[in-house]
Nanobody
Framework: QVQLVESGGGLVQPGGSLRLSCAAS????????MRWYRQAPGKERELVAG???????NYADSVKGRFIISRDNTKNTVYLQMNSLKPEDTAVYYC????????WGQGTQVTVSS
């Protein structure tokens, strides 16, 4: 079965950094686009970044220049390096893949606060 497990969230001060990881299993990881979404309280879930099987990357304008998405196909893992964090980055971050169905991890909480 498809499983996505996020980790790496936590509490960080503005300007700090975190690296999120998403460990994937149950499908041929290297063949699929992997995406990071986030959802803040009272707001709609939004796409943060995506990376294709060939390494093509897209970012939301709000994180461009601060976040870096990458993948390691030997480890079936996608990462989100988050730098220069702002309070508005506070959200639950989710890993996502679209195969026969759409799959989501359980999410990892990122809180940016002084």
């Amino acid at each position: 079965q498809v499983q996505l497990v996020e980790s790496g969230g936590g509490l960080v001060q503005p300007g700090g950094s975190l690296r999120l990881s998403c460990a994937a299993s149950g499908f041929t990881f290297r063949n699929y686009i992997m995406r990071w979404y986030r959802q803040a309280p009272g707001k709609e879930r939004e796409l943060v970044a995506g990376i294709t099987s060939g390494g093509t990357i897209n970012y939301a304008d709000s994180v461009k220049g601060r976040f870096i998405i990458s993948r390691d196909n030997t480890k079936n893992t996608v990462y989100l390096q988050m730098n220069s964090l702002k309070p508005e980055d506070t959200a639950v971050y989710y890993c996502n893949v679209r195969w026969l169905l759409e799959y989501w991890g359980q999410g990892t909480q990122v809180t940016v606060s002084s």
